[in-house]
Nanobody
């Protein structure tokens, strides 16, 4: 089994930055790709960004491209989401998500491929 634990959420003003962390534990050798989803109140959960666990290739939703950066530290089994130029519409609960059966970050846009979910961390952006 794999456990994912997010941290780093909080309140930030529009235009500000936050860095989210996702620490993976357990059978991390099972992971092939890992990423982030978010869900705002009253909205569907949506894909944000993903990275292959070993190769480093990345994929972003158009809404965050050029503002968010996903990275990983394999030694620490941790994935980061650096969020810059935050907008009120970025406010949501951010979830870490990981897949066993694909190495392609783009594949994580389909949440049916996700095998593991974290519990989420709340990001609030004030205008």
């Amino acid at each position: 089994q794999v456990q994912l634990a997010e941290s780093g959420g909080g309140l930030v003003q529009a235009g500000g930055s936050l860095r989210l962390s996702c620490a993976a534990s357990g059978s991390t050798f099972r992971l092939n790709a890992i990423g982030w989803y978010r869900q705002a109140p009253g909205k569907q959960r949506e894909f944000v960004a993903a990275i292959s666990w070993t190769g480093g290739s990345t994929y972003y939703a158009d809404s965050v491209k050029a503002r968010f950066t996903i990275s990983r530290d394999n030694a620490e089994n941790t994935v980061y989401l650096q969020m810059n130029s935050l907008k009120p519409e970025d406010a949501a609960v951010y979830y870490c998500a990981a897949a066993k059966y694909t190495t392609q970050p783009m594949a994580l846009i389909d949440d049916q491929i996700i095998n593991y979910w974290g519990k989420g961390t709340l990001v609030t952006v004030s205008s």
